[in-house]
């Protein structure tokens, strides 16, 4: 990737633009003992001339590619301007967190850097060992006939929903089957058996004549039977016309259930989103025909009712060889109740997904005298705020950053 010097800017999204595509966790440090580049606990943490704490591996990687502060682009070098910041190492040392699984008996304290590797050693962090007997699901057609089991509910959902004809079809056969033994019991058969079952009488065992003509008899029987095949088929078109009623009503079901749960993901993503842009091929052909064209990403909130934002990725209109990634302020039905303009940290990560230590890794800070930060009046604010020039078209394509044409973009958005 080329890392060359960006600098963030508020950009505005030219207008006649058309989209490609629709659109707590536990050991989370606070702000002044987290790292501005990997965004986790600081390690042997370091402050710069300018005021800024990194962990020292952090900060040593992004001198050798850049020689600038990530916070405010000051020059710096390893030499004369990173310091070791032992106070803040002994802070963090003196934090004392409880084991995750404390509700299963471990008593164990430790620092936020030991956590992970206790988690991974702790006795008590086995599954759960299983105490019920199995127990099977019957179907909910048994009564009439089928006779599938299931080890879960999920299971027999799927089961009712891809055999509704066999289940129909077991309803049809028990009800014809009660049908038949009520009319033996009552003895009263409806006027077309009637008229069937009177029209044909079985042979005389002294083989005697009938009094009526055979040949009447049989043109009457063979008109009953034919009007009475009518109305079953009837009946049978009646019964698809409601399964297939049915069938679509279970769809649409399934589709606002889905839509629900993406749009509770949004929600309560605390200002984490991947953003997975798929197709991207055909996406970027179309952007570079026409380069009004842009992608942006779902809106995705900081906190259940705080902020909202979507990101925007196109090509640069000052250099059609690069990428421009910027972010848009978005607007919500909680905006009067937030604090304006919005302050905050905004970090980008391109994900390499052969090599992972590639990854293309930028981190900015929000500018509170751009209208990129205030309150929207529309929608989706027209400027944004990001990279005019993030990465180059090829570097992006040619070095492990799209797989299985799917281009990764993450993104952290945390409020100060």
Request: proline residues 5%; negative net charge.
């Amino acid at each position: 990737m080329d890392h060359k010097i960006k600098n963030a800017l508020e950009g505005i999204a030219p207008m006649g633009i058309s989209a490609l595509n629709e659109t707590v966790l536990s050991n989370q440090p606070e702000s002044r003992y987290e790292c501005p580049v990997c965004l986790n606990w600081l390690r042997d943490p370091v402050i710069t001339t300018c005021g800024h704490k990194f962990c020292k591996k952090c900060i040593t990687s992004w001198l050798q590619n850049s020689g600038h502060c990530p916070i405010d682009n000051i020059n710096l070098s390893m030499k004369v301007d990173i310091f070791p910041d032992n106070y803040t190492k002994r802070e963090i040392q003196e934090q004392r967190m409880s084991c995750p699984f404390a509700a299963k008996g471990c008593s164990v304290k430790v620092t936020p850097l030991d956590l992970d590797s206790h988690i991974s050693t702790c006795e008590y962090n086995q599954p759960e060992a299983s105490h019920q007997p199995d127990i099977t699901i019957p179907c909910s057609f048994k009564a009439v006939g089928c006779k599938e089991t299931f080890d879960n509910q999920e299971d027999l959902n799927n089961h009712l929903h891809n055999d509704i004809l066999s289940h129909m079809s077991l309803l049809m056969n028990a009800y014809s089957e009660i049908k038949i033994d009520n009319d033996i019991s009552s003895a009263s058969l409806d006027a077309k058996e009637q008229e069937a079952m009177s029209l044909w009488e079985a042979p005389d065992k002294n083989d005697n004549q009938t009094t009526t003509p055979a040949l009447n008899n049989t043109s009457a029987l063979i008109r009953a039977l034919y009007e009475r095949v009518v109305v079953l088929e009837q009946r049978n078109r009646e019964q698809d016309i409601v399964i297939a009623n049915i069938s679509k009503q279970l769809s649409a079901f399934a589709v606002a259930k889905m839509k629900q749960n993406n749009d509770m993901l949004l929600r309560y993503c605390m200002g984490n989103y991947i953003w997975k842009i798929d197709n991207f091929q055909a996406r970027l052909d179309a952007m570079l025909k026409d380069h009004y064209k842009m992608l942006y990403s779902p809106g995705f909130y900081t906190s259940p009712n705080g902020y909202r934002f979507c990101v925007r990725l196109n090509i640069s209109p000052q250099n059609p060889q690069c990428f421009a990634l910027h972010v848009h302020l978005m607007k919500t039905e909680y905006d009067d109740c937030l604090d304006w303009p919005f302050n905050g940290r905004i970090a980008f990560s391109m994900i390499n997904q052969y090599n992972p230590e590639l990854t293309q890794r930028d981190t900015m800070m929000s500018n509170s005298s751009l209208i990129a930060f205030r309150k929207p009046t529309a929608e989706i604010c027209l400027r944004g705020f990001g990279y005019t020039e993030y990465a180059l078209v090829s570097d992006v394509i040619r070095n492990g950053f799209v797989k299985d044409d799917v281009l990764i973009v993450k993104v952290s958005i945390r409020c100060v």
